[in-house]
């Protein structure tokens, strides 16, 4: 692929990495999609609420027609007692079926929030590095709980706030009908001016609801940052700082708040009114009908009038529920906006050529079945940049022998950390191409690829739990004498044996309970026991004391055997074994060698290894 073609498709990529922020279309689709899959128990919810809701119907024409008609108004006592059976049956029937659709709405709603909250953690973890870049932890945590909470109510809105209000309305409408269509004709206005009520406020309504998420996940953001690193925040009397912008975000989420209570209320408001006008309309119209006894009895009037409030309470519950579902598409649109970035490329495996092929045809590029590496790695004119108009790396290139011990130094920005990262495919190069063992690596399976290289990075994270579950972290299956052999290689079985607890000694989060060498020693553990056939130490013993080092250095000797190691160092003491060392400067090699020609050649390295190497120049270095 050319370096324009590769550009282009890194900027693509980027494109479709950001968080647009904006409202999206298809979310209510979507949305639906999720709660389709579980038809059967929506199914059976629908039933329960139309049920319950020809009960509720039943009422006012019992009381009206039956009561007042046939009982009060003919002094027929005789069939007061059938009446009574009819309300008992409509009461106690659509108490069982209430209770039967809570039941079933919950569930369905718990397992429609498992799911998209499960897909979304899972899609999440497998974005790109580069998405993480540009992201904050707490939004990203606010969309994974507090958005994926508020699509918790999508059941409930759509099934029992929408369904069963419009199977009321649609009764009620067919019952009124039954009493008098002429006075039914009367209401229709009020009904249509509800309805357009709707739609007036409805994308006012979303646009304040995602504004308010927004806020809502910037103070995630800000107090996951603040708490993170309290330390800091300590060390730099920063409290009122992060409390001003605390209190500032609060204020905005205050306003955007009562902002959308206003527009509630005002949407409330216009709804009363229409419902109070349309029982004006009744009162005014059908009380001379009655009077004159030609076209309403006393006891159609009662059954009419209670159909009224009936139909205006499913019309005002669905003008709110058009708040309610606003705000949780607005909620939905958030979760969906990770949803949609695309994840890291996982590709299908195929049978692979022999590796003789492979290197005697560069155009082949085969996607490989999982494999050992022999650890032959290659950069081939490669060129990076964590954004385009600043590259970090320009037309590099290294070969790596299979077991060989390659250090690369260089000062601070110079790209060590860089190559490490496009290795292991964290991030995709602009131009050129990496291959191990002849493959290009945008060809190799990211599974089989990441399995197969250890990392030790310089900022040792650890999870909470004991040191024995963070060893076997990435090997769950290693038996216990494969882990203690680890722990002994990485020279951390000392510390873990004075330890009361041993093994499973708590480490804290983020590792805190231990120091910073302990840290590392357990990641260098974790990173030995997968036994991959190369590994990387990216400043892996820049917290170690001397005697700590010096035990690394002879463990990295050791495990060097029969694997490809690469070490990222700014003690030039740490890699002074090393079988070629490679100094990096502005992203490009500038020496190559061992140590003594190295010092020979008088260059870059002589100078920094002869300051670290004076009581003076021993804060300078290669960082």
């Given amino acids: 692929m050319s370096s324009k073609g590769t550009r282009e498709r890194g900027g693509r990529d980027q494109e479709k990495d950001r968080v647009a922020g904006k409202p999206r279309r298809g979310t209510f689709k979507r949305l639906f999609g999720y709660a389709t899959d579980l038809w059967i128990s929506l199914a059976a919810l629908q039933v329960c609420i139309a049920g319950s809701a020809v009960f509720d119907l039943a009422r006012p024409w019992i009381i009206g027609f039956e009561l007042l008609d046939l009982v009060v108004r003919k002094h027929d006592l005789t069939r007061l007692p059938f009446v009574m059976l009819l309300l008992t049956m409509s009461f106690i029937g659509q108490q069982l079926l209430d209770f039967a659709a809570d039941v079933l709405q919950e569930m369905t709603n718990q397992r429609l929030v498992n799911r998209i909250r499960c897909d979304l953690y899972t899609h999440t973890l497998r974005l790109p590095v580069r998405f993480f870049d540009r992201g904050h932890t707490g939004d990203l945590l606010s969309r994974v709980t507090g958005d994926v909470d508020a699509v918790e109510n999508f059941i409930e809105t759509l099934m029992q706030n929408i369904g069963s209000q419009i199977i009321t309305l649609a009764g009620t409408l067919a019952a009124m009908c039954a009493v008098s269509v002429k006075l039914t004709l009367f209401l229709l206005p009020t009904v249509v001016a509800l309805a357009s009520s709707v739609f007036l406020f409805r994308k006012p309504v979303k646009r304040v609801s995602r504004s308010v998420r927004n806020i809502v996940g910037d103070l995630a953001s ?306 030995i026991l997968r036994n991959p056939r190369i590994m990387v130490f990216d400043e892996a013993t820049s917290h170690l004391d001397a005697e700590s080092e010096r035990m690394i250095q002879e463990a990295v000797e050791r495990i060097a055997q029969d694997r490809t190691i690469l070490v990222v160092a700014h003690r030039l003491s740490t890699i002074r074994r090393a079988g070629k060392i490679v100094v990096i400067e502005n992203g490009k090699t500038v020496e190559t060698g061992c140590h003594e020609e190295l010092l020979a050649r008088g260059g870059l390295y002589r100078r920094v290894y002869s300051l670290q190497m004076t009581p003076a120049g021993t804060a300078s270095s290669l960082v």
Wanted: charged share 25%; hydrophobic share 40%; glycine share 8%.
């Fill in 222 to 527: 800000l107090a996951t940052e603040a708490i993170g690193g309290v330390r800091v925040v300590k060390a730099f009397c920063g409290e009122k700082f992060e409390g001003r912008r605390f209190t500032e975000k609060c204020t905005d989420l205050l306003r955007g708040r009562v902002r959308l209570k206003r527009l509630s209320s005002v949407y409330s408001s216009s709804v009363e009114f229409c419902a109070f006008a349309g029982t004006l309309i009744v009162v005014w119209a059908a009380t001379p009908w009655v009077v004159t006894g030609k076209e309403l009895t006393i006891g159609g009037l009662v059954a009419f009038l209670a159909y009224t409030g009936k139909l205006y309470s499913p019309v005002k519950a669905l003008s709110k529920t058009n708040l309610s579902m606003q705000k949780i598409l607005a909620a939905a649109d958030r979760v969906f906006e990770i949803m949609d970035v695309a994840p890291e490329p996982f590709e299908e495996v195929t049978p692979v050529r022999p590796r003789s092929a492979v290197l005697n045809d560069r155009s082949f590029v085969p996607s490989v079945d999982p494999f050992v590496f022999s650890g032959e790695i290659r950069f081939e004119n490669v060129s990076f940049g964590y954004d385009a108009d600043n590259p970090v790396l320009e037309d590099f290139s290294l070969h790596v022998k299979p077991g060989e011990l390659v250090a690369l130094v260089g000062p601070s920005g110079s790209g060590k950390s860089t190559i490490i990262n496009l290795l292991l495919r964290f991030y995709e190069p602009t131009s050129g191409r990496i291959l191990i063992d002849g493959v290009p690596v945008d060809r190799i399976p990211l599974d089989s690829l990441r399995r197969q290289i250890g990392l030790v990075p310089q900022e040792t994270f650890l999870f909470s739990g004991t040191s024995r579950e963070n060893i076997a972290y990435a090997t769950p299956q290693a038996t216990e004498a494969e882990i203690k052999e680890a722990v002994r290689a990485a020279y951390a079985h000392d510390f873990l044996g004075d330890s009361s607890d041993g093994y499973l000694t708590e480490v804290g989060e983020r590792g805190i309970q231990l120091s910073g060498g302990q840290r590392q020693r357990l990641a260098i553990a974790r990173s």
